[in-house]
């Protein structure tokens, strides 16, 4: 009996041949094709084919016999003059079929990529379609039809990475981790830096059959406890991935969005990759994968506390163990140990994925939290024995863990012969004296403190190459820190020109979870800056947690927006110490952020739903009672607090004397908060080259530009808050005309514990604690006396210095203590 052969097309209309046989010649070939299971859109295109053969069938002819058939989706020919080897019509089939796909460009593009199954395969069209099959099929697109003629090289970019992808220390592991996460509602993942997990894991998980959404009954309940309703919900469908760090999100997903062959964010609403990070969100109605940094998630949960959207949680880099990875491990754990009756008893996967972390450390930690949940089920105890399970009794309890081993090359360690004083000097001459013996290809990273030793190594290297040999090859010079407007800091992931190298300063936002490809040698200045609240103490051997050195009131403030009251009782990874917890809490209560009883107040809720610190947060709601202009002014100065420092930096005596003269009708004689605002408000004024005017002023052009954004989004969010009115000034280029003494007194509703008074012999001391406190060089009030002063920031170095200054007068600073 002869075979009837057709040719059908996968969801990149590469041509797919099927022959349909009898069983036993189905045996006889002793084999099938696997292809991925079966989808409407698929069947859609079988039955299309099958119509257009029956109604060929019916008109058969021997012109029509040696005809192609011109569906589109198949093709049919019938021999009735003896056996015809069927692999011989399927390649003919093949060829017609491609002369057939151009008549089809009107819907080649576009549709989503097929799904290997869990096999680890590649995808469709990486594999030789040359076998044979009974069903062909595809995955439909989760909203509909997503055809677009733009999408193709998007196609063909994901399938050269693809290769890429593949040479991946991670990769060999998906089929392990699919695994886990299919038994287990927690995996602690163990892999070296550059194994590829914070790009793979998630497309790893994507399309599995638990992250698909599912509808949930749901019940709300009142404040005493009563249910109110019941109502059905979709739950899951998307896989969170947190970052520390925003450069990190936004390149990541850039990133993740190639290799899946999707538009990225909110360039379509058919794109399947999204990011979200402070002052920036770009996701569409079809994102399935979204980075998104630790504060935006812990954003998230105050309108979503279950976490809804989400099929599960991916906790990247938790061996930086910042004070919100620790708040998010904390309340995951609390999830996953509960009952999940806010997600309808849909459960929430959690990966937990570090370079270096203990994973003793975490194993114990989400235990104890199963481990209460089983006791308040009923569960029998568990054994001693279990406190040092073995992986299968880690997997018993609802715990997977896995190491990812190996890097793609071999890294070689070269350290300076000599202690360094000048780090930027030596960092210098190493840059050099690699560009002059290493050849091209090989990009250099130079990892430094700071925006500050960024920028003044970057003037350095573009004066000495300057006067460089013109026989060697070109240097690019690219900065990389956190204040950097995103447009720039896209630049560094771009290919070098050709016969160029490109040399990137970066601070330690791309130490993890950001790859620069083309880099073959990294500088390392051994020196980082941290943040340490308790300054007078020594610093640690190791890397202390955050939350053992820093503030703790705005990581409390979001427990408490989050229904936390009992603090004491909540899991942290690491627990603070009591004391600091009780002057987190006082400082929330100076500001009006909670009640007496403890409780989140009215205010404290509006504050936690603004990305700022619960003291700027303050400021901006008390500038909202003293008026729209007010409340404008003081979006101006807080939008340049958000950036490290809008002023270049002057050391040199020279250098002083003409930043003077240049500024001079910037400065503000009531200090730095007023010298800010004016500055933002002359850029903003300035219609026709900003860059120079900022290199007139010596200004930053680069952090300005910064600020505008912020400035924009925090304008907006106002709004969105009722703060301000639709129609007020969306980018005000004039001076307010709010009064100054309005400015100064909502800066100290949220800085009250930050002023100095001036005591007889000159100095200042601290209102609150009575320390003596110098004002830092960088202000413009430095080396000027006033009866009073506020402050942002306390910093240490050789003496005590206050930064970010404005002078105040006493009565004004009493008024704000008292409330």
Not at 153 to 173: G, S
Not at 254 to 277: I, K
Not at 390 to 416: L, M, T
Not at 782 to 808: D, H, M, P, Q, W
């Amino acid at each position: 009996m002869p075979e009837r052969v057709r040719t059908v097309f996968d969801d990149e209309d590469n041509a797919i041949t099927v022959s349909k046989a009898s069983p036993s010649n189905t045996e006889a070939e002793g084999k099938e094709a696997q292809l991925p299971s079966e989808s409407p859109r698929s069947k859609r295109k079988e039955s299309e084919v099958d119509a257009k053969d029956d109604g060929l069938n019916k008109q058969k002819s021997k012109k029509n016999k040696k005809r192609k058939v011109e569906g589109g989706s198949a093709g049919v020919k019938g021999e009735m003059n003896g056996v015809v080897d069927a692999n011989a019509d399927a390649e003919k089939a093949a060829l017609r079929a491609k002369k057939a796909k151009k008549k089809h460009a009107a819907r080649k593009e576009g549709e989503e990529e097929v799904k290997p199954k869990d096999s680890g395969k590649p995808p469709l069209h990486h594999r030789n379609n040359n076998t044979t099959a009974t069903t062909a099929t595809t995955t439909k697109p989760k909203h509909g039809s997503t055809r677009n003629h733009t999408y193709g090289p998007l196609r063909e970019k994901a399938q050269a990475l693809y290769q890429l992808r593949k040479n991946l220390p991670i990769f060999p592991h998906a089929d392990e981790i699919r695994g886990h996460l299919r038994r287990n509602d927690v995996m602690l993942l163990i892999g070296e830096t550059g194994s590829g997990k914070s790009t793979q894991i998630p497309q790893f998980l994507v399309t599995e059959k638990w992250c698909r959404p599912v509808k949930a009954m749901i019940s709300e309940t009142a404040e005493g406890g009563a249910v109110e309703k019941v109502k059905e919900v979709q739950v899951g469908g998307c896989i969170a991935i947190t970052q520390p760090r925003r450069v990190a999100a936004i390149s990541l997903a850039r990133r993740v969005a190639d290799e899946m062959g999707t538009p990225l964010g909110n360039s379509s609403p058919a794109s399947r990759v999204g990011y979200s990070v402070r002052f920036d969100t770009s996701t569409s109605p079809s994102t399935q994968v979204k980075f998104l940094t630790e504060g935006m998630l812990l954003q998230e949960m105050l309108h979503d506390p279950w976490l809804t959207k989400y099929s599960a949680i991916v906790v990247d880099e938790v061996h930086e163990r910042g004070i919100n990875v620790d708040q998010v491990l904390g309340f995951l754990r609390n999830m996953v140990s509960g009952k999940l009756e806010g997600r309808g008893g849909v459960p929430l996967k959690v990966v937990v994925m570090s370079a270096t972390v203990d994973m003793e450390t975490l194993t114990g930690f989400f235990q104890e939290g199963l481990q209460s949940r089983r006791a308040i089920e009923g569960a029998t105890e568990v054994s001693k024995a279990a406190e040092s399970p073995s992986e299968d009794k880690k997997e018993e309890q609802g715990i997977a863990a896995c190491h990812i081993k190996g890097r793609q090359f071999p890294v070689k360690v070269i350290y300076s012969p000599e202690p360094v004083h000048d780090f930027i000097d030596a960092a210098l001459k190493v840059i050099f004296n690699i560009h002059y013996k290493e050849p091209l290809p090989g990009d250099i990273l130079v990892f430094l403190t700071g925006q500050e030793t960024v920028e003044a190594l970057e003037n350095l290297v573009n004066e000495y190459a300057v006067g460089m040999d013109p026989a060697l090859p070109k240097i690019q010079v690219l900065p990389l820190f956190a204040a950097l407007p995103q447009a720039a800091q896209q630049r560094v992931f771009l290919p070098a020109p050709p016969r160029t190298r490109k040399i990137i300063l970066a601070t330690n936002i791309a130490e993890t979870s950001v790859t620069v490809s083309g880099v073959r040698h990294v500088v390392d200045c051994g020196k980082a800056k941290v943040k340490q609240f308790r300054s007078r103490l020594d610093l640690d051997e190791t890397n202390t947690p955050e939350i053992l050195r820093c503030d703790l009131s705005q990581a409390l403030l979001n427990m408490k927006a989050r229904g936390v009251d009992d603090i004491m009782g909540f899991p942290f990874l690491t627990r603070p110490p009591r004391e600091a917890l009780e002057k987190a809490l006082l400082q929330l209560l100076s500001i009006d952020a909670l009640e007496e009883t403890g409780k989140i107040s009215s205010v404290g809720k509006h504050i936690a739903k603004l990305p700022l610190t619960p003291t700027l947060g303050r400021v901006l709601l008390a500038a909202s009672e003293f008026g729209t202009d007010c409340l404008l002014d003081v979006i101006d100065i807080i939008s340049c607090l958000s950036v490290e420092n809008i002023f270049l930096n002057t050391t040199s005596e020279e250098k002083k004397e003409e930043a003077e003269v240049a500024r001079r009708d910037l400065y503000r004689r009531e200090g730095d908060h007023l010298t800010m605002m004016a500055t933002v408000q002359a850029y903003a004024a300035e219609n026709t080259d900003r860059k120079a005017w900022a290199e007139r002023h010596l200004v930053s052009h680069r952090a300005m530009q910064s600020v505008m954004d912020v400035r924009k989004q925090l304008t907006a969010q106002c709004r969105q808050a009722k703060l301000l009115p639709n129609d007020t000034r969306g980018s005000p280029t004039t001076n307010s005309s709010s009064s100054p003494m309005f400015i100064l007194k909502s800066f100290l509703r949220g800085f009250a514990t930050n002023t100095a008074r001036l005591v007889p012999d000159g100095s200042y001391r601290t209102v609150v604690g009575n320390q003596t406190v110098a004002i830092h060089p960088s202000s413009v009030l430095f080396g000027k006396k006033v009866e009073a002063i506020l402050y942002n920031e306390f910093v240490f170095t050789n003496r005590s210095y206050a930064r970010g200054v404005s002078a105040v007068q006493m009565d004004w600073v009493g008024e704000a203590l008292s409330g």
